[in-house]
């Protein structure tokens, strides 16, 4: 997979399109992988996914108009969240929220954050009782 690049997006999926194999069209005829790393999609009701888009430049352009063109919103994802461990008291609260597992305490029971994972969905945020995370971007 040389020379590709790889794109973090949210897309927006109205109700009208959710029954159409947009992420198989995506793979097959654009010639682009997708890592699906958080989706509700669900019958006649709107709904998104977070994925990985990852090919060549022009080959992920062309993958986003086919996208806009069925009726796809996207927005990038160039946020990240950071940890303020001075004010972090390592409860946990957020871990236990943290679905993909970027969040996790360690033997010592120390916060430990694998940013590789995390799909930003800010349910980490929403959980800590002292405020210690912040998504910047």
């Known amino acids: 997979m040389g020379g590709n690049i790889k794109e973090r997006v949210f897309l927006l999926f ?43 430049i022009k080959d992920i352009e062309e993958a986003k108009k086919f996208l806009k063109e069925k009726g796809v919103s996207i927005f990038p994802i160039s946020q990240k969240i950071i940890i303020n461990e001075k004010e972090c008291i390592n409860c946990g609260s957020c871990t236990g929220v943290c679905i993909p597992g970027a969040l996790f305490l360690n033997k010592k029971f120390k916060l430990e954050f694998k940013p590789e994972k995390c799909i930003l969905c800010s349910m980490c945020k929403e959980a800590c009782p002292v405020g210690a995370i912040e998504i910047i971007g």
């Open 14 to 56: 109205p109700k009208k399109v959710v029954n159409y194999p947009i992420t198989a069209m995506l793979i097959k005829e654009k010639n682009v992988f997708v890592n699906i790393l958080k989706a509700e999609i669900m019958p006649n009701e709107d709904g998104y996914m977070i994925v990985d888009i990852e090919g060549k």
